[in-house]
């Protein structure tokens, strides 16, 4: 089983562990309850280098990539992110992830944990002559989530950049004891979420920093547990659970999000357009709130 290059760390914490997609990851600290509160309230940090990571370089990266997922990714500029998936024929969302257009190459980030899923899709696709190149980078790159509404403070703090004036899924570049990285706003608990995306031999340095600068924060680390009700809580979806072979892109409410119907053709396309001519959508992904806390029979 895969561990992140923090597994000591999460260790000398506290955690304690389980599988997910053939890693293990952090379940909790001791009491996810109170982690989930910390996050609301305070902030919170989580390891999400188990999340699925790719890199695609080459002089034909865009156009190839734009050719196979179901977004448009040409209007990115450098520092800038969407939503996306890749489809089957029928429709059925085989992945959803964001991409991010760093300048020199695009970079991949799985919403969910599913694995090797989106580069043994992706793989596929990419033929013989086509001058790009996908690199996994699933354990050679790290990813940290730093989330709650002091995040932004704790961020500055640490690492000397302001994530409050960003967009979701816009980033800015930052050094981190020598390794480049990128400081991504993105979408994962319903409260300020910033994420770290480097190297992993860079994980630790980030890590350190901001358990050096946490305290007067009231820092506190969370585990899979914690993220999933918090992303639930938040009416979230990923890969997985939500958005897998059973599901087409309309049902889950990602109009606009992560598939366009104006940027031509790309796996799947055409049902997703015939659905939104016709109104072809007979269910719908949504969020449940009980009126108590008796779970009914």
């Known amino acids: 089983m895969k561990r992140s290059r923090l597994y000591e760390e ?7 562990f389980i599988e997910q997609a053939g890693w ?4 909790h600290y001791g009491d996810a309850a109170a982690e989930h509160q910390a996050v609301r309230h305070g902030v919170g940090l989580t390891d999400l280098s188990q999340r699925g990571k790719l890199r695609v370089t080459g002089e034909d990266r865009v156009k ?5 997922i179901s977004n448009d990714i040409i209007p990115l500029a450098p520092g800038q992110g969407t939503y996306s998936s890749l489809l089957t024929h029928k429709g059925k969302m085989v992945t959803y992830f964001r991409v991010y257009q760093l300048g020199e190459a695009l970079m991949l980030e799985d919403v969910g944990e599913i694995g090797d899923v989106t580069h043994s899709a992706l793989r596929k696709f990419l033929l013989f002559g086509t001058k790009a190149k996908m690199e996994n980078c699933a354990e050679t790159w790290g990813l940290l989530l730093i989330s ?4 932004p403070e704790l961020v500055h703090a640490a690492f000397g950049a302001d994530p409050s004036s960003l967009k979701p899924l816009s980033f800015v570049p930052v050094d981190i004891d020598g390794h480049a990285s990128i400081l991504i706003r993105t979408e994962e608990t319903g409260d ?8 992993a031999d860079g994980l630790k340095a980030a890590w350190d920093r901001c358990w050096s600068h946490g305290e007067p924060f009231g820092l506190r680390p969370f585990g899979a547990h914690a993220l999933e009700s ?3 809580e938040a009416g979230l979806p990923k890969a997985g659970p939500d958005l897998n072979e059973n599901i087409v892109p309309p049902e889950a409410n990602l109009e ?3 598939f366009s119907l104006t940027k031509g053709c790309y796996p799947g396309q055409e049902v997703v357009a015939r659905m939104d001519t016709y109104g072809a959508v007979r269910r719908r992904l ?3 709130v009980l009126e108590n806390a008796q779970v009914p029979p």
Not at 64 to 68: A, D, G, I, K, T
């Open 10 to 16: 999460h260790v000398k914490r506290g955690a304690t």
């Open 24 to 27: 293990e990851v952090p379940a």
């Open 64 to 68: 190839w990539l734009q050719s196979v």
């Open 148 to 151: 709650g509404p002091k995040a």
């Open 192 to 199: 300020t979420d910033v994420e770290i995306l480097l190297p």
């Open 230 to 232: 918090l992303r639930v």
């Open 256 to 258: 606009g999000k992560a």
């Open 286 to 288: 949504v969020g449940l």
